[in-house]
């Protein structure tokens, strides 16, 4: 499956932003979807996932309330709203996908066997 993100850019803080994933070459409904991020220095992160069979899994308290992940498997499409940025979410996020029944840990970018390509996003203060 080829992942494909967008949706970065250049907000202030505070603003929102939507993250679009869309994939082709299989459908993802048999997918676990997942978003991370890599800041400048830093490791990847996880942020959210999308487990093939329903529900959210999110990071972080401090992105738990503000980063909501979807998807729509109808378009092949996952999302990440994010509401209330600040400078410390600039970073290029990433989708990523791994085939439902492997690994519980969706924490992990072990588990992922596709990656999208990233967008950035940097807010500014």
């Known amino acids: 499956v080829q992942l494909q993100a967008s949706g970065g850019g250049l907000v202030q803080a505070g603003a929102s932003l939507r993250l679009s994933c869309a994939a082709s070459?299989?459908?993802?409904?048999?997918?676990?979807m997942a978003w991370f991020r890599q800041a400048p220095g830093k490791e990847r992160e996880f942020v959210a996932a999308?487990?093939?069979?329903?529900?959210?899994?999110n990071s972080a308290e401090s992105m738990k309330a503000r980063f909501i992940p979807s998807r729509d498997n109808a378009k092949n499409t996952m999302y990440l709203q994010m509401n209330s940025l600040s400078p410390e979410d600039t970073a290029v996020y990433y989708c990523?996908?791994?085939?439902?029944?492997?690994?519980?840990?969706?924490?992990?970018?072990?588990?992922?066997?596709?990656w999208g390509q990233g967008t950035q996003v940097t807010v500014s203060s």
């Open positions: 070459g299989r459908t993802i409904d048999t997918y676990d």
């Open positions: 990523a996908a791994a085939p439902r029944g492997g690994s519980y840990f969706y924490r992990s970018t072990t588990k992922y066997e596709y």
């Open positions: 999308a487990p093939w069979d329903g529900g959210s899994i």
